[in-house]
C-alpha cells in the first residue's frame, strides 16, 4: 500500500513551492500532521468550500450537511471527548484559492482534518499541499479517476461506480449515438477520454463533443450544436450554472427526453431546484444516492437535514457524502484513539459504516469506498426516482486496471499511472 510514499510527498513538496505555498509548521512528512489542533476539550477541523462563485449552487449544500454531521457528533460527545470546532473558508469557485485557503487551515489554523472541494481541478490544486504537509483530506464527490493519494479519502464515486454503469444504462437501453458536452476543466476532459474509450469498444458513436469555461454560465451555443447533431443521449459533464442555461435552451426548442435523452452526472436534487423541474422532467441522473433511497438510515438523516435547513431543501449525493465523510473520520479517529494523521489514515482502511446510502466499505489499498450505482430520472415534484444500477456496492477501481475494463487499458499514464501502481 502507497510502497513509494516519499515519491508522493516529494511531488507534493514541489507542487506546493510551485504555487509559492509554505508548507511549514504544519506537521513534516514523518510528523503526525495534526499537531496544535487539539486544545483542551476541543479538536479543530476545516472546511473549505466554494461559498461564492459557480459552484456555490453545489458545494453550499455540502458544507451545511458536514456541519450537520458535526453538530450531531457534538451532541453525541465529540470525538475521543472532545468537541469538533469547524473552521469555514471560501474557496470562491477558483483552484488557486482552494489551495491557498487548504495551506492556510493546516499550516496556520493546525487542523486535525480537511474537508473540501467540489472541482477535480480544487481537488489537485489541494493535493500537493496536503501531500506535502502529511495532511487529511477528504473528498466527497464523483470523479474522473486515475487518482489515488495516501493523504485523501474518496467518499464521492470513482468511474467504475458511476461513468462506467452510467453508459452500461445507456448501451441496454439502446441509446448508442452520444453527444458529450462539457464545462472545460480536469473532470469532464478526463471522463470524455474514458467514454470514449467505452463507445469504441462497445459500438456507441460520439457524435460531438464541446466544452464551455467552468465560469461561462451561457450555454447556449453547446444548445445548439447538440439539437443539430440529434444525439439520442448527451452525456452531461457541465458543472454549476452552466446547467440552467443549457436545459432551458433544449427545452425552449422543443426537446423532449424522448427526442434527445440527457444523463448527467453533476446535477443532484439541488441543482434540480435551480435548473428547474420542468427543463429536466424525465431526464437522466447518475449517483450513487439519492432523498428517495430506500435504506434504513435514510428516512432519519432527510428529516435532520431538513430539520435544519428547511423543508424545501432536498438532500443529494454530494451532501450525503460530505455528511459520511465527517462519520468515517470520527469513526477513523476513535479506532486509532489518536488525532495523528499517520494512525487514522491505517485506522481508516477496511472501516465499515451504515450510511443513508447504505453499507460503506473503505478500500484500504486506493482509499476509496465502495459504493451502489442509481441511476436516476428526474421526477415532477423534482426529485429523482431510481430506474437502473449495479444493486450492490460496487468495489472501487480508480485506475480501472480490472479485468472488467480491457478498454480502459493506456487511460492512466504518467502521475496516474505511479500513484496507482504505488496503491496496490
Known amino acids: ?12 513538496l514541489i507542487a506546493a513551492a510551485a504555487l509559492g505555498l509554505s508548507s511549514c509548521g504544519g506537521g513534516s512528512a514523518t510528523g ?7 486544545s483542551g476539550d476541543t479538536v479543530k477541523v476545516g472546511l473549505v468550500r466554494s461559498l461564492s462563485g459557480a459552484l456555490a449552487i453545489s458545494e453550499t449544500a455540502v458544507r451545511d450537511s458536514e456541519l450537520l454531521a458535526i453538530k450531531e457528533i457534538n451532541a453525541a460527545g465529540g470525538v ?3 468537541q469538533i470546532v469547524p473552521l469555514v473558508e471560501d474557496g470562491e469557485t477558483k483552484p488557486e484559492v482552494f489551495a491557498q485557503k487548504a495551506d492556510k487551515l493546516i499550516n496556520s489554523d493546525k487542523v486535525a482534518v480537511l474537508f473540501g472541494g467540489w472541482s477535480s481541478s480544487s481537488r489537485k490544486a489541494m493535493k500537493p499541499v496536503v501531500e506535502g504537509s502529511n495532511a487529511l483530506l477528504f473528498y466527497p464527490v464523483q470523479y474522473e479517476g486515475l487518482e489515488v493519494s495516501p493523504n485523501i479519502f474518496y467518499t464521492g464515486a470513482t468511474t467504475n461506480q458511476q461513468i462506467v454503469p452510467a453508459l452500461d444504462y445507456l448501451k441496454e437501453q439502446g441509446l448508442l449515438t452520444v453527444f458529450l458536452a462539457g464545462s472545460d476543466y480536469v473532470f469532464p476532459r478526463t471522463a470524455n477520454k474514458i467514454i470514449k474509450a467505452y463507445a469504441a469498444a462497445n459500438g456507441m458513436t460520439i457524435v460531438g463533443e464541446e466544452y464551455i469555461p467552468l465560469e461561462e454560465s451561457n450555454a447556449q451555443g453547446i444548445a445548439a450544436k447538440v439539437l443539430a447533431a440529434k444525439p439520442q443521449v448527451v452525456f452531461n459533464t457541465l458543472n454549476g450554472d452552466a446547467n440552467v442555461s443549457f436545459f432551458k435552451e433544449l427545452k425552449a426548442a422543443g426537446n423532449t427526453p424522448a427526442q434527445i435523452q440527457t444523463i448527467s452526472v453533476s446535477i443532484a436534487e439541488e441543482e434540480v431546484t435551480s435548473v428547474g423541474v420542468d427543463n429536466l422532467l424525465g431526464h437522466l441522473t447518475a449517483w450513487n444516492y439519492y432523498q428517495t433511497t430506500d435504506t434504513p438510515k435514510n428516512p432519519a438523516y432527510v428529516a435532520a437535514y431538513k430539520a435544519a435547513y428547511g423543508a424545501a431543501r432536498p438532500t443529494a449525493d454530494p451532501i450525503e457524502a460530505g455528511y459520511n465523510s465527517v462519520y468515517i473520520w470520527k469513526a477513523a479517529v476513535e479506532k486509532a484513539g489518536t488525532f495523528d494523521v499517520p494512525a487514522v489514515i491505517k485506522a481508516a482502511g477496511g472501516l465499515e459504516l451504515e450510511t443513508p446510502e447504505g453499507t460503506l466499505t473503505v478500500d484500504p489499498t486506493n482509499h476509496h469506498v465502495f459504493k451502489t450505482a442509481r441511476i436516476g430520472m428526474v421526477r415532477a415534484d423534482g426529485l429523482i426516482e431510481e430506474v437502473g444500477g449495479s ?3 460496487i468495489e472501487p477501481d480508480p485506475c480501472l486496471d480490472g479485468p472488467d475494463y480491457p478498454w480502459a487499458k493506456g487511460l492512466a499514464v504518467g502521475e496516474a499511472r505511479a500513484e496507482c501502481d504505488a496503491a496496490k
Open 1 to 12: 500500500m502507497f510502497s513509494d510514499r516519499r515519491s508522493f510527498v516529494l511531488t507534493g
Open 32 to 38: 503526525d500532521g495534526a499537531a496544535g489542533s487539539v
Open 80 to 82: 475521543l471527548g472532545k
Open 391 to 393: 444493486k450492490t456496492p
